[in-house]
Nanobody, 124 residues
């Protein structure tokens, strides 16, 4: 069974850090993998994405300089290191995988496999 399982969410004070993990199983995801988030009452939005080699990473402007995406292909795992967290970062964070090549790293419609999400809450 192909699946993505996120972990690492929780409650943190503003200015703190969290590291999210996304463990893939059932197949090797050789294309873009990304993180998205959805706050209550808002659309799901792109956060970050990374290519198979890890040589290219992409970020939303709102997290650039604070978040870092990385992947360990030997462990079939993608990470999102989140530093200098702000209350507006509060959301359910989900990882996702594309099953074929695409340059659309930011388009959620282009991702075919999704995890169940993990809650991140940043208190002020």
């Amino acid at each position: 069974q192909v699946q993505l399982v996120e972990s690492g969410g929780g409650l943190v004070q503003a200015g703190g850090s969290l590291r999210l993990s996304c463990a893939a199983s059932g197949r090797t995801f050789r294309y873009l993998m990304g993180w998205f988030r959805q706050a209550p009452g808002k659309e799901r939005e792109f956060v970050a994405a990374i290519t198979w080699s890890g040589g290219n990473t992409y970020y939303a402007d709102s997290v650039k300089g604070r978040f870092t995406i990385s992947r360990d292909n030997a462990k079939n795992t993608v990470y999102l290191q989140m530093n200098s967290l702000k209350p507006e970062d509060t959301a359910v964070y989900s990882c996702a995988a594309q099953l074929s090549w695409s340059s659309s790293y930011y388009a959620k419609e282009r991702y075919e496999i999704w995890g169940q999400g993990t809650q991140v809450t940043v208190s002020s």
